[in-house]
C-alpha cells in the first residue's frame, strides 16, 4: 500500500500556539501522537510519501522519530527538511529524496511537489469514462490563507471550458490535493482516501 503525508514539522514546537494552532501540551506531546498515528495505520512493508516539511529538528532528532516510524519512506523535499543538509545525515533512511516526482497509482498519475504547481504535466489527461486522471498532490500551504486562494483559483479554472483532442468542449480538469497531516488527523492516506478527505473538506467552503 501507498501513503502520502505533507507538513509534519516534527519538533516544530511553534506550530502549538501559532500558524496551525495545533494545540498540544508541549512538543513532545505532538512528536509522539503524529507517531501513535502513522503506526496505526502503517505497516512494515508499506510506502510513505512525505511531501516535504517532515521535520524542523536536528538529524540526530529527526533520526530518533524516523527509528519510530514503520514503512519504506520517500521523501519530496520542503522548504523547512533543513536536517537533510547535517554532514551526518544519512540518505539511506529513505528510499529516494527529490524535489519533484511523477508515479503512477492505481491507473492515475500524481504529480508530488512539496509546493503546489498550477499548471502540472499531465493536468488534462482523463480515462476512457472522462474523469481526470492526474493529480497534483501536495503541501506547504497549511491551512492557512492560501489553501482558500487555492481553492479559488480551482474553482475558477474547473469552470473554465476547453476542446479536448476529441473535439468537445470540456470543463478544464484541476485537480489540486493539499495532503496537510492535519486534514487527515497525522495519519498517512491513500490517494483515494486523499480524494475524499478533500471532498468533504470542499463541501464545507
Request: hydrophobic residues 30%; proline residues 2%.
Given at each position: ?16 500556539t501559532k500558524m496551525d494552532k ?171 482516501e486523499w480524494i475524499k478527505i ?8
Open positions: 500500500m501507498r501513503y502520502y503525508i505533507a507538513d509534519n514539522h516534527f519538533f516544530h514546537r511553534a506550530l502549538n495545533r494545540g498540544f501540551k508541549s512538543v513532545e506531546e505532538m512528536n509522539d501522537y503524529m507517531i501513535q498515528q502513522w503506526n496505526l495505520k502503517v505497516k512494515k512493508n508499506d510506502e510513505v510519501i512525505l511531501l516535504g516539511d517532515f521535520s524542523w529538528g536536528s538529524w540526530k532528532d529527526t533520526k530518533s522519530v524516523l527509528d519510530q516510524l514503520k514503512g519504506k519512506k520517500y521523501l519530496i523535499k520542503g522548504n523547512h527538511d533543513r536536517f537533510i543538509e547535517d554532514k551526518e545525515f544519512d540518505a539511506s533512511y529513505f528510499k529516494w529524496i527529490k524535489d519533484y516526482e511523477e508515479l503512477n497509482d492505481n491507473h492515475r498519475k500524481v504529480i508530488l511537489c512539496h509546493y503546489p504547481i498550477a499548471c502540472y504535466n499531465g493536468q488534462y489527461r482523463r480515462n476512457e469514462e472522462g474523469i481526470p486522471k492526474t493529480f497534483m498532490l501536495h503541501g506547504h500551504i497549511h491551512k492557512t490563507q492560501d489553501q482558500i486562494y487555492l481553492d479559488d483559483y480551482q474553482n475558477y479554472v474547473q469552470n473554465q471550458k476547453h476542446i479536448s483532442i476529441s473535439g468537445n468542449e470540456e470543463n478544464v480538469p484541476c485537480q489540486f490535493l493539499n495532503c496537510f497531516c492535519m486534514y487527515s488527523d497525522y495519519i498517512p492516506m491513500t490517494l483515494d478533500d471532498q468533504k473538506r470542499r463541501m464545507k467552503l
